[in-house]
């Protein structure tokens, strides 16, 4: 009898192991167009984290996408925590910074010129319609080719992210998150720019898009520790 239950208690133990290592997995190859760096989702207890709970918190988080001399001017907008999409802080300068989604795993800010403002709330207004990704995608290309959607050229993004929703209060840096930066040019190829297609090594410009409304050079930074 002591036997077999000895058996069970391993048989169960290495069934749990399987699926937490199956989980682990698939919350790393997750991936979308703002791209996570691959890192464990478990948080050090020592950093004094706390958890992205608070308006206020979703404010400082996001101002982290910002150039740090921009910030205390940038527009913020985005979900509060009670789900309404809204303008959490006024602004004075050319940024808009969208804050993190407080429904949606992970932590993703952006900051944006506010010339991209029509191309981004287009985006938003398809997304609410129910549109896909290449819906919204092919939608937003006719009509810029039409000149019914402004699309401007050298507008710059920049993409703060991770897969952790914990912040140290006192630097608002998200835990794991790092920052990628887009620039805008409008139907630019790798010929035009003579950037490759595809990143050649870490930290490498590269054009994304290439030839649509949407080309852009893309630049990520490598993770801090690692310059």
Known sequence: MNKHLVTAFIFTGLLLSCNSNDKTKTTVEESSDIEVTEKSSTTDKSKNLKPIDTDEALIATALMAAPEASRSGCKVIGHNMAGEFVTLKEGSNEFIVLADDPEKDGFSAACYHKDLEPFMARGRALKAEGKKHQEIFDIREEEVKSG????????????YSGPNTQYDPNTSKVDGAQHRYVVYLPFATAESTGLPEAPVASNHPWIMNPGTHRAHIMISPLPEGKE
Do not use: C, E
């Open 148 to 159: 019914q959607l402004k699309m401007p050229t050298g507008a710059t993004l920049h993409v």
